[in-house]
Structures are given as C-alpha cells and as structure tokens.
C-alpha cells in the first residue's frame, strides 16, 4: 500500500521543537513542507497541495472551496490551532473532507496568560520603559503613568474556554471587577469564574479595558467600531489575542489617534503577517506581536501531538479525529484512506 502524503502548510513550528511528532509521522507517511504567501491565491494553492491525502494547517492561508475542490485525495485537513476561520467548513464537509482543530484547553493556560501579559504591558506602559532605557532616557519615566488593574472593571467578550481562565486570574488574582458578554454560554458559567453577565454595549460603556475571547465568525467581524468607540470611559485597554478582524481597523485607528481609545494591545492583525510599515505598528499606544499567544512549549506540544493523534487515527487506525470542526461530514460519506 502506498503512504499517504502529509504536507505540513505555513506552519513554522509544527515539529521544529518536537522532532517526535516528525518522526511518528514519518513511520507511515510521506511529509513535505510547504510554505506560500498568506494571500496565495486559490488556484496557485491546489497545485501546492492537491497530491496531499493530508495537511497539518497554520492559521494561514486561507483554504476556499475553490481549493479543496482541486483536492480530490485530501481525507483529513488537521488545523495546527483552535480556530478554523480560514477553511471553508461548508465546503469541506460537502466533498467529504474532515476538518480537525486543538482542543481548546491545550492552549487555554497559554493564550489566557499571553492576554494578561498584553493588558499588564499597554497598561503599566512596559514597552515605553524599555525603549527609554535603551534610549538614554531615563527621565521621561515621568510621562509613563499606568493604571493598576486591582478593583478596575474589565470586560470580557467571550467567556468560552479561555475567556473564563483570564476571568479566574483577574478575579481572583488581581482583584478585579469582570464583567463578560457571551450568548452562548449556560448562565451558571458566568457565577463560576467570577464574572457579572452584561450586554455587550453595557461592557463597551463601563470597561476600564476589555479582552477579546471570541472566535471570528459573521456575528463577530469587526463587532468593535466607529460607533463602539466613541462610547469608550477615557484611557481604554483593548486586548486582542483571536483575531484582527474582529475589530474595523479605519476605527480602531482613528479611537488610537484622538484619544478615544488609551491603548490597543494585540497578537493578530488583519492581513497578517506585517511589518514596520503597517499603520498601528506607528502608533505609540499600540503594541503588536506576532501572534504568539499558543507559543508556550507546553501548549505546543500539544498543538503538535493533537495533529499527529489526528493523523495517525485516520491513517493507520481507520478512525476519525479527536475534536471535528465539521462533525457534521461524518454523515456526508467521508473521505476514507484506502
């Protein structure tokens, strides 16, 4: 029988740390790398990847229908990640390919600290007091006032997985006041980690900072605007660690610019990658990173040994993966390794 082809897309770290993922694979697969640019279009990618019978996918680019009606061997595409905003879920599941993803609490401690370590940094103006010292500047430390997050109210949007940790550590670490907003949670979520349930304009209008633990789906795309931001209470913390589209960045940046918004902390940026030149990278109230919120060792390490479960569960064991992200195309005659 011949070995499945395993082509591991965009992923800078999926077995560079854990060489033990590689070669568990390697026992009955054939792997390639593949990298291409982020905004790659549909065409150009399914000649990337339509030999691949499987892929381990980063959180780019993106896979449209267009694509993965060009792969007729692809039987498991296995999301290095939680979210899975850049497949085409509908599409996948109509030609019987299965989408797989992390399980949220693998990366739960990580994104949910990785938050706080964002808020802690715009609101105590940690990157303004390094460059300072590097700078020879000392002095200006007078300029750098902070808020302290004690008694403060913070608002959450989402209080999922790992929205719910952050509400634990701020309540009960910090003593903070958490207000959250999540349709689509059981109410007694909201007493169990310490936070008030309100209406997202409630939260918008009374935070003292907010974070953003909420996938991007219809609902949530560029959910914070114009309008949101002129209600903002003065000096705002706004942390992002999903997704860039989730806010309007015309918006954002002008809040940024007039005082609307103190301070915008983020992980993610619409069109990422991007570098020096972006306009919020400018900004001296912004802080920007490379969308490390799952990058603890810990966590990728799990991020990695769920792929391999995944893939190992398909191809040798002729199962299905741990945490489907369309369990809907186990009833659509699913694709199967032969």
Not at 46 to 71: H, M, N, W, Y
Not at 110 to 133: F, I, K, W
């Amino acid at each position: 029988m011949n070995k499945p082809l395993i082509s591991i897309v965009n992923s800078s770290t999926f077995g560079k740390h854990f060489t033990e993922h590689i070669e568990t694979l390697e026992q009955f697969a054939d792997l390639v790398h593949i990298t291409v640019p982020a905004d790659i279009d549909a065409d150009s990618l399914a000649e990337k990847i339509k030999d691949s019978d499987g892929i381990i996918a980063s959180v780019t680019p993106k896979f449209p229908r267009k694509t993965l009606e060009q792969c007729h061997k692809l039987i498991l595409l296995a999301r290095h990640g939680i979210g899975c905003d850049n497949v085409d879920l509908q599409a996948a599941t109509e030609l019987g390919i299965a989408v797989s993803r992390v399980k949220g609490v693998v990366e739960r401690e990580a994104v949910a600290e990785y938050a706080l370590a964002l808020l802690m940094a715009a609101s105590r103006r940690v990157p303004e007091g390094l460059l300072a010292v590097k700078n020879s500047d000392w002095a200006s430390r007078y300029r750098m006032i902070g808020m302290e997050l004690h008694g403060k109210t913070i608002g959450i949007i989402g209080l999922g997985n790992i929205g719910s940790r952050s509400a634990e550590i701020l309540s009960k670490g910090f003593g903070a006041n958490v207000i959250a907003t999540d349709p689509y949670i059981d109410k007694e979520r909201f007493k169990q980690f310490n936070a008030r349930e309100v209406s997202l304009q409630e939260l918008i209008n009374t935070s003292n900072a907010i974070l953003f633990h909420c996938p991007l789906t219809s609902e949530t795309h560029r959910m914070l605007g114009k309008e949101q931001f002129a209600v903002l209470k003065k000096g705002v913390v706004l942390v992002n660690t999903c997704r860039g589209e989730l806010v309007d960045e015309d918006a954002l940046y002008h809040a940024l610019q007039h005082g609307y918004l103190g301070a915008y902390a983020t992980d993610v940026v619409e069109g990422e990658p991007v570098d020096g030149t972006h306009r919020l990278v400018k900004l001296d109230n912004v802080i920007i990173t490379p969308h490390l919120g799952g990058y603890s060792w810990e966590s990728l390490r799990g991020m990695g040994q769920t792929c391999v479960d995944d893939m190992v569960s398909i191809f040798q064991k002729g199962g299905t993966a741990g945490e489907l992200a369309n369990p809907e195309v186990l009833q659509n005659n699913p694709r199967k390794w032969h």
